[in-house]
């Protein structure tokens, strides 16, 4: 019996472990990504305490930590959770394993959705980017592609317009699908060049992005752009169908937290991106992650005592 099973191994896990086995709690985490979205960001420059760092370093650094205290970490996936009736406790299922928890924090975070062209796979941390607000920075004075029509997508690009020298956004519809004042606002801009009724079909380069290969649906034509970097904002996805029955979520199927990071089951606590909340960054999942590893060590208490 653990008296916590973190699912999910990105740095709001890694956080939530810490924190609870610095209380003694019997801690687990489950993640088949370890390092979760911070694997695809090359550096990171916003975090305290570090001007520049690799994302996979300090990934590295928050599990060598974790693991010092004495985190255990399985490299699985969670199939089916089960609560016992009688004394309030959960039982995971992996592919391989059942474990037995007083209580569970869900940080599994967000996927971004892909592309799915050829050089995407290639070419991710080496240019290609999920979130401007992360690597717009490295960017100063170059030329990058946004992909999207929606607010975070226009959001990038009007972001960028402040650090690039040129950004081009590619949006495969007629309309974006974002604020007004939003879409006023990247018009305006004079340094960003729209392509609508246009899709992305190759991103090309060799050790870094290079160009991309645009389709004009109503010219029926191709186009090659040189760019330094490629932003992807085609939106996040939320995997939660898993815990439906235990929490509650928002539109984008994120789930739904009270300040003390607990869902509407007793003894389960969710934290950092799959939460419902406006910001995603790491700081601010790794706040979150505290408070859940120490409302759960609270409620143990409580239950116990």
Known sequence: MYDVIIIGSGPAGMTAGI???????KTLIIGKELGGQLIWTNKIENYPGFESIQGLELINRIKNQAQKFGVEFK???????????????FRVFTTREKYSAK????????????????????????????????????????KVAIIGGGNSALDAAEYMSKIASEVYLVHRGESFRAFDILVSEVMERKNIFIYKNTEVKQIVG????EKIIIFDKVKNQEKEIAVDGVFIEIGRIASTDLLADFVERDERAQIIAKPNMETKTPGIFAAGDVVSCEFKQITIAMG?????????YQFIQMKEK
């Open 19 to 25: 924190y609870a086995v610095r209380r003694e709690m």
């Open 75 to 89: 490299d699985d996936e969670i199939k089916k959770i089960e609560r016992d009736a009688d004394d309030g406790s």
């Open 103 to 142: 209580t569970i924090i869900v940080t599994m975070g967000l996927a971004p959705r892909r592309l799915a062209v050829p050089g995407e796979v290639e070419l991710s941390g080496r240019g290609i980017s999920y979130c401007a607000n992360c690597d717009g920075p490295f960017y100063k004075d170059k």
């Open 206 to 209: 060799q050790d870094k992005v």
């Open 288 to 296: 979150q992650a505290t408070i859940a590893a120490l409302s759960a």
